[in-house]
């Protein structure tokens, strides 16, 4: 900072700055004459260098002012950053790659001293998704009140993102575990939320000396569809869910079923409200009859709708259905009830599968967003997610009663089933997986460098560059894009042959 204002503009410029002048701004604002000014000024120089090697040093640097600013009153942050130099290293590659994880920084900070080593490796990944499942549930447990029990979910929610995301930016998570990381989290803050809702209802009807005896009207379970089922949200994802649950002694059905479901439109409707958090959509569009169906039925009411009445792609989504919260025992009692529906004997019939092609067929022209390149649409585009997820699907169909390793809702899992009962040759089954991968991580990337769900990877320049390097692509992002070419194009040629049957 001795240096003329000329001379410092000239040294961000060769750094790899675009706008060196405001980058002098952010500097001059930083290195103050206070005691944190000090402390900045000895940092800054090699903060900056640090910076240079990311995708988006002005970007960065920018986050670092204002996250040095939210935090100016955390003793401990600046401290961190001059004693550890891994920590102000991985801080600096982060914020250098996402303004979104810089913004969750700002709001749990307590993640950043997480950034360090430990005796078995970096903190950022010594943590299993079962031990934050448990912490959540036990924090909120501790909660007196449903809105305090929310706020401590969204927290502990926001918390972890941040955590999984840096170590997503830093390449300490593969892509499945990523995916199992934050679908555990989900996981989590909804039984969260179930539990404390029930337990305020309950509470309050018993207060008011209702009629009805004493307790819970009914027994409430959620079942996780889509990719929430299949442990494979990504940063964007809403959560697919249907809601289940049967009348506990004393209880008519109706009453039950009532019960139900305004706790779960209180659920769906506390999680969801608007923060300064991530969002936390709980999406009901799978139930049967879709958004025209109640949003809870009984275990008896779903039976016979999927024995009598369930649609191809009904039966098709619950090829993912698992237990995610409330009570475990009815989850076991629906999930053997929609084996029948969903692993039938001997496969599904050719008239099914005629249907699943059309409604694929339906979905790749009218949901590919005006405008969208199908060569690089991360989740409708040729080769991506919808491509590869139908195709294991139909394999489920076929083959799953007589496979039992396909009856799960992992995709990566059925491709390691497909591949151990030998339905399709070894090389078919590593594009499909290679394919998978590719596009997830690209959809995850994209996230988090946007800072909301996108599923279009972008052309040549320097947002390219920034989801390349998030995605762990070191290289030309040009060379990227090839990638992810090459790959979706060979899978595509698969799905042609497995799924249309060409």
Not at 62 to 87: G, K
Not at 220 to 236: D, F, K, Q, S, T
Not at 327 to 349: A, C, K, M
């Amino acid at each position: 900072m001795s240096l003329t204002d000329d001379a410092i503009v000239a040294r961000l410029g060769a750094l790899g700055f675009r706008q060196p002048q405001h980058a002098l701004a952010h500097l001059k604002a930083m290195a103050d004459s206070s005691r944190r000014g000090r402390i900045q000024t000895i940092l800054l120089p090699t903060l900056l260098e640090w910076l240079s090697e990311t995708p988006n040093p002005d970007g960065g640097l920018l986050n670092y002012r204002n996250l040095s600013e939210d935090l100016r009153d955390v003793e401990w942050y600046l401290r961190v950053l001059r004693d550890e130099s891994v920590v102000a290293q991985r801080l600096m590659t982060v914020l250098g790659s996402s303004t979104f994880v810089g913004e969750l920084l700002a709001r749990s900070p307590e993640v950043i001293r997480m950034y360090s080593d430990g005796a078995d490796g970096p903190k950022l990944t010594a943590t299993s998704p079962q031990e934050v499942y448990n912490g959540m549930l036990a924090a909120v447990s501790r909660a007196h009140h449903r809105d305090r029990a929310i706020a401590v979910a969204r927290a502990m929610r926001r918390s972890e993102i941040a955590r999984i995301a840096s170590a997503d930016i830093l390449g300490m998570m593969t892509v499945p575990q990523v995916c199992a990381a934050l679908s555990s989290v989900w996981g989590a803050a909804l039984d969260a939320a179930l539990v404390s809702e029930v337990a305020t209802s309950v509470a309050e009807r018993e207060s008011s000396r209702s009629a009805y005896p004493s307790g819970a009207p009914a027994r409430i379970a959620v079942i996780g569809m889509g990719r929430l089922g299949g442990h494979e949200i990504g940063y964007g994802s809403d959560a697919d869910v249907l809601f289940v649950c049967v009348p506990n002694e004393g209880y008519e059905e109706s009453d039950a079923t009532r019960w139900a479901n305004l706790v779960a439109d209180a659920v769906r409707t506390r999680l969801g409200a608007p923060s300064v958090d991530p969002g936390l959509e709980v999406d009901t569009g799978l139930r049967p009859e879709g958004r025209n169906g109640p949003v809870v039925r009984t275990l008896a009411a779903y039976r016979t709708y999927y024995d009598q009445w369930a649609q191809p792609w009904e039966v098709q989504a619950l090829l993912r259905a698992t237990h995610v919260a409330g009570d475990e025992e009815l989850s076991r009692e629906f999930l053997h009830i929609v084996d029948e529906t969903r692993y039938p004997d001997g496969g599904v019939s050719p008239e099914t599968v005629r249907e699943l092609r059309r409604i694929k067929a339906r979905v790749d022209s009218e949901r590919l967003p005006r405008g969208a390149d199908p060569a690089t649409h991360t989740k409708l585009g040729r080769g991506g997610l919808s491509d590869v997820e139908w195709t294991v699907q139909l394999e489920q169909l076929r083959y799953a009663s007589a496979v039992p390793a396909l009856r799960n809702t992992s995709t990566l899992e059925s491709l390691d089933a497909i591949r151990e009962a030998e339905l399709l040759p070894e090389e078919d089954v590593d594009l499909l997986r290679s394919a998978w991968l590719t596009a997830t991580r690209a959809r995850n990337a994209l996230f988090l460098v946007r800072g909301k769900p996108v599923d279009q990877l972008p052309g040549p320049g320097a947002v390219l560059s920034n989801v390349a390097y998030v995605a762990g692509w070191r290289g030309a992002s040009l060379d990227y894009l090839e990638d992810y070419l090459r790959t979706t194009r060979r899978a595509r040629a698969v799905v042609d042959r497995v799924f249309w049957g060409e």
